[in-house]
């Protein structure tokens, strides 16, 4: 292209910029804004977010996925999804996935307070515990694994050791079976596991799945209503609510 080329171009586009700008302002649109436009980042403030973005990840995550598939975290509290998180009405605090699996691991964890056993009591150490460090992980395969990715929680850990059964009574095995039962499966119990964890409760769910997002809608609506929820001990011996918790087994 010759420069005369450049230079016609570019008296062309300045024209076509002062015809747009004559006619935009005989309508008004070139009037003062209420709301000056946002300023675009300029070359060295994107640089610096995307360095952030890159330390964050350094820093959090691990590329390896949980059994359930849900990436394990490096720390929790370190502005990552794993978050601690007050347990309402027990004085407890457990960290978790922040978010939808937040709403439905708390909402085991309160039933179980209320209506199992109560957790914390006489400054009892490590009631419950969440997120652990992916090197606690001894292998992904198992549903333990779970809580490095913050989508488990372990009741008492070091009273229900994996691999044995019998620290439940048939009462409260029912009870436990009722709040998984109002998970609708997306939590599962890890005494019903071929190899029994009985203080262990997990997400089933892959990340994205519908049926997350569905149930935690359900449970925080309970929360906001009264006679529903964590907190309001139904008759688990009832034959529908049987049945309900059957499904899920």
């Known amino acids: 292209m010759s420069p005369t080329d450049i230079t016609r171009r570019h008296a062309l586009t300045a024209a076509a910029g002062a015809t747009a700008a004559v006619s935009l302002a005989s309508t008004g649109l070139l009037a003062t804004p209420a709301v000056a436009a946002p300023k675009p980042l ?33 720390a929790a509290d370190d502005g990552g999804d794993i978050v601690t ?14 978010g939808d699996t937040e709403a439905v691991l708390i909402h085991v964890i309160r039933r179980f307070h209320y209506e199992v056993d109560t ?11 969440g997120w652990v460090a992916p090197s606690a992980v001894r292998d992904s395969r198992l549903p333990e694994s779970n809580q490095a990715s913050g989508t488990a929680v372990v009741i008492r850990p070091d009273f229900y050791p994996p691999g044995v059964r019998g620290g439940f009574t048939a009462g409260q095995q029912l009870i436990i079976r009722d709040i998984v039962a109002d998970t609708e499966g997306v939590v599962r119990w890890g005494g019903d596991d071929r190899r029994p964890y009985e203080g262990l409760f997990y997400l089933t769910v892959r990340p994205g799945d519908a049926r997350l997002e569905r149930v935690a809608a359900k449970l925080r609506a309970w929360d906001e209503t009264p006679g529903a929820g964590a907190g309001v001990v139904p008759d688990v011996t009832e034959p529908s609510r049987r049945r309900r918790a059957a499904r899920y087994r």
Not at 119 to 129: D, T
Request: overall charge positive; proline content about 5%; charged content about 35%.
């Open 119 to 129: 957790l914390g009591a006489h400054g009892e150490p490590n009631p419950v515990e």
């Open 42 to 74: 300029r070359n060295d403030e994107l640089k610096a977010a995307l360095r952030r973005v890159e330390a964050r990840n350094r820093r959090l995550l691990t590329s390896r996925p949980s059994t359930n598939r849900w990436e394990m975290q490096k």
């Open 85 to 98: 998180r007050h347990v309402a009405g027990t004085g407890l605090k457990v960290s978790v996935r922040m």
